[in-house]
């Protein structure tokens, strides 16, 4: 019985983490996926921040300019945009995943010197 | 005695043209490659790329005006760089950082002086043409809160060695008038409307008109009678529509003025809206394939052309002046950023950036004619523009 309970519990815990995998996985863009949002972060968002993310219209998005700035907060801010201003959300065109990874590739520091 | 004399003019001519064939410069224009920081010098004639010229530092927004000699091409980089390139030893001549962060400029109507607007620090400065020396430096108006002062757009010549300019941040317009010298009188428009976007002047250099992105609708001032201040036009053109999301700020500095029509895009729409350009009343909305970044008339008026912000970067349409027809859906590949016709029409030039490419078309058969490589291409400006007022 005892044995019998830890299989269970032991296919149990497998299966979770075989479940967790593929939620693992969409987390993180694939690579074809990484490249093309690295693009866009370049020539798109790069129309108004700069190609050098130093700004232009929209403000710097160096490292340094967003240093101490919270990731949740940079995540609301390109999801839903900010009114009043030139920012438009890009909740229309990208996903979650697709918003924190843009956000983190920031947060490193982008484009990389 | 003539003739040895004669034979030696044709030898040191000979001499000159195999250093440098003697050519003009009146079919040249520059392609911005705006991720390497370099510029293509191009021809029209042969449809045929010259030369690369390399080290202009950010060009990302690059914009481009001539000398009134079409020598000389003035590019405004986005690091605050203006550079003097010349097209015909196809070198840069000269090259000055002028302010951290610019958006582009003007040639005076005489050809002496050149303005740029900048974003950081906020304002517009004045060189000599020439020397690039600063002429005159104009502090725009700083923000509520001091922090810095209010970003420029739309810098636009006006007859009379005058410049008129708008204040995105705080909702002016500002006319510097040099004629009296290099110290110029600075006319003050205010409330023009939320958050002036960009600017286009009428061929003919009467009508200045801002678009707004704060707001559905265009400030327009009459530089005849500037007296009588701002007017509002096309006000609420996108009432009880949805805005969409604008994923990139559409231009007015083409020539969207068709003789008596006027085509201009609507923000967060897609649509182009049509004025009568003398009554300034909306006529028209067409609807095309995406929000519309330039809308640029063929130099005969018939034709309007069209390029689209992102996602919807790799179509362009055609529409018919005279019916307001689309008559032409394009898709000459991905990322169309801008288009320029030759000065009488016969081509049309435009940039894939990530087809890494330059494309010519004709115009009139809608055929494509040409590709021509080239890194993420961007804006492309003929030499023709030294003499047209307001581009």
Not at chain 2, 52 to 79: K, M, N, T
Request: glycine share 10%; proline share 6%.
């Amino acid at each position: 019985m005892i044995q019998s309970r830890q299989v269970v519990s032991r296919l149990g815990l497998a299966l979770a983490s075989f479940l967790l995998i593929p939620v693992a996985l969409a987390a993180v863009p694939t690579a074809e996926r990484q490249a093309k949002l690295d693009h866009l972060l370049l020539q798109d968002c790069g129309s108004c921040h700069g190609l050098r993310m130093t700004g232009g219209l929209g403000p710097a998005l160096t490292r340094e300019a967003l240093a101490g700035k919270p990731r949740d907060s940079l995540i609301a801010t390109v999801t839903h945009g900010r009114p009043g201003t030139a920012m438009p959300g890009w909740n229309a065109l990208l996903d979650e995943q697709d918003i924190a990874y843009l956000v983190d590739r920031l947060l490193e520091g982008y484009p990389k010197p | 005695m003539i003739r040895p004399f004669l034979l030696l003019a044709a030898a040191g001519l000979l001499a000159a043209c195999a250093q440098q064939p003697l050519r003009g410069t009146g079919d040249l224009g520059v392609v911005v490659e705006r991720a390497t920081g370099s510029l293509q010098i191009i021809e029209s004639s042969n449809q045929s790329q010259l030369a690369r010229i390399e080290g202009l530092g950010d060009l990302s927004h690059a914009s481009v005006v001539f000398s009134r000699d079409q020598r000389y091409a003035y590019v405004f980089g986005r690091d605050g760089g203006l550079t003097k390139v010349d097209l015909l030893r196809q070198r840069i001549d000269r090259r000055v950082i002028q302010g951290g962060n610019s958006i582009g400029g003007a040639i005076s109507q005489d050809g002496t002086l050149i303005a740029v607007g900048n974003y950081e620090p906020g304002g517009v400065k004045v060189f000599d043409a020439k020397t690039l020396e600063l002429v005159a430096d104009i502090p725009a108006t700083p923000l509520a809160d001091g922090s810095r002062n209010s970003r420029v757009v739309g810098v636009i010549d006006v007859p009379g060695r005058r410049f008129i300019y708008s204040l995105f941040d705080t909702d002016e317009t500002w006319l510097l008038d040099f004629s009296q010298g290099n110290e110029p009188q600075i006319t003050r428009f205010e409330g023009i409307g939320r958050q002036p976007y960009d600017a286009l002047l009428t061929p003919e250099g009467r009508y200045y008109i801002a678009g707004l992105f704060g707001e559905d609708g265009m400030a327009k001032i009459d530089l005849w009678h500037p007296e009588r201040g701002v007017e509002r036009i096309l006000d609420g053109y996108g009432r009880g529509q949805q805005k969409l999301p604008v994923y990139k700020m559409p231009h007015l500095e083409g020539w969207t003025v068709a003789g008596n029509q006027t085509f201009v895009p609507a923000v967060g729409q897609h649509r182009v809206l049509v004025m009568d350009s003398e009554k300034w009343q909306q006529t028209d909305a067409i609807d095309v394939a995406g929000q519309p970044i330039f809308v640029m008339a063929r130099p005969d008026a018939r034709q309007i052309w069209v390029n689209f912000a992102h996602p919807d970067n790799g179509k362009v349409q055609v529409i018919d002046s005279e019916t307001h027809e689309v008559i032409a859906d394009l898709e000459p590949g991905p990322a169309v950023l801008h288009m320029e016709f030759t000065a009488r029409g016969d081509q049309l030039w435009l940039s894939v950036r990530d087809g890494e490419e330059i494309q010519v078309w004709d115009p009139y058969t809608l055929k494509l004619l040409k590709r021509l490589p080239a890194q993420s291409p961007s804006g492309i400006f003929f030499s023709s523009r030294a003499h047209e007022t307001g581009l």
